[in-house]
Structure formats: C-alpha cells, structure tokens
C-alpha cells in the first residue's frame, strides 16, 4: 500500500520563477492538503482539494495556486517566487467521510530554496 | 497563524527518561493531534484525543487534555534514542490542521 509521494524531494530557484510541486495520495484516498513549513516552525496550511476543487484555503496569496487530477493527484504551484518562499511543502491525504476525526497522511515534502 | 504555543521549544534528556511536552491552543476544539517529525521530513500522526475526553495511552505514549485550560501534554516513558525527533500539536477541523510551533527532543543514549 504506497503511501503519499511527493516530487522533487529538493529543488533550487530563484526570485521571481515559477515552481511545480507534485503530490500522489495514499492508495484510496481523495483529499489532498498542502502545507508549508517553514524552519524551525510548525507547518501553516496552503489549501485543500476535493473532487478537482479547492475547498479550504489558508492566509496564503495568489501567487500560491493548485490543482488535482482525476486521480486525485495534486500539484502546487507558485509564482513569483520571493526569498520567504523558501520551506518544506507538504502534502497530506485523507479520504473523505472514512473516520470521524481528520487523520492526515503525510508524504516526506518538497525542500524549495529560493536564491 | 499558530493555534497557540508548545513549550518547552527543546529539550534534552538521557535515554530511559521520560519526556513531557506542553501544547496550548487558543479555540475551541473537537479534537486534538500530536504528530513527530524525524529531520524536517514529513509529520507521522501518533495520537488524537476527543474533547470529551481526559487522558489516553498508545504503547509509551500518553496524553491528557484539560479543554478549561485549553491545554495538552504528551507523555512519553523510557524515551529511546529513536524519540530523537520535533513534536507538534495540532488541532483542526474538516481537513484543516492548525500546527503549534513543536517541541524538539533529543535522547541522548
């Protein structure tokens, strides 16, 4: 049973480029999470997607915007890249309706440096 | 922003020792999370205590909730050299986790 994944596992840009983060869920799930954490501190949640829509969406900008495939896939993408973009990007899965409390999954992260 | 705080931020101890970690929050909640986080890589949940509840066990792990004093401390016995991790506290509700800012523990062996 795969847990969830996520591409790359490190990547370097700089300020002002665009970046694709890549998320699988765990096998059976549908809801897919992302969350940044910056160092030293704990994660600050982005947005939520369920059924190819964002449902929630965290104090995050525009510039932060996502995606999720028919296969329940997601991406995260963010413009504009500033230097206090610069964090861990996690992805969580959950499968909606499945428990009554929100367990979440959550794949090893994306380290994005921005120079 | 943070639901609230954790404290202590770091602690050390020896192997064999327990270790207690304190979470505040600031709202009402359902539920509470604790989750470990092994070198900045992703979060494994450990435990999810109801509202309406006051103290549950998981193998070393123990933790209480006092909602009055909208608090939380998990309780970890005959730490190993493997504990070696960030602890975090999170509450939430339909899918968004709020996160305190974590404990970091380091067992020494």
């Known amino acids: 049973d795969a847990g969830v994944t996520q591409s790359p596992t490190h990547l370097i840009k700089t300020r002002g480029q665009q970046v694709t983060l890549r998320c699988s869920p765990k096998s059976g799930h549908d809801t897919v999470s992302w969350y940044q954490q910056a160092l030293g501190q704990g994660p600050q949640f982005i947005f939520q997607y369920y059924e190819e829509e964002e449902r929630q969406r965290g104090n995050f900008p525009d510039r932060f915007s996502g995606h999720q495939f028919p296969n329940y896939s997601s991406e995260l993408n963010v413009n504009a890249l500033l230097l206090g973009d610069s964090a861990l990007y996690l992805c969580a899965s959950r499968l909606v309706g499945a428990s009554t409390y929100n367990e979440q999954f959550f794949g090893p992260g994306t380290r994005l440096t921005v120079l | 922003s943070q639901q609230g705080e954790e404290d202590p931020q770091a602690l050390s101890i020896q192997e064999g020792e327990n270790a207690t970690m304190n979470c505040s929050y600031k709202?009402?909640?359902?539920?509470l999370q604790w989750y470990r986080q092994n070198s900045g890589r992703g979060l494994v949940h450990l435990i999810l205590i109801r509202s309406n509840e006051r103290e549950k066990h998981s193998g070393r792990l123990r933790v209480t909730l006092d909602t009055s004093k909208k608090s939380s401390s998990l309780l970890i016995t005959a730490s190993r050299a493997a504990d070696t991790a960030s602890y975090f506290c999170?509450?939430?509700?339909?899918?968004?986790?709020?996160f305190g800012q974590g404990t970091t523990l380091q067992v020494k062996p």
């Open positions: 709202t009402s909640i359902n539920n």
């Open positions: 999170a509450t939430g509700g339909t899918g968004k986790l709020i």
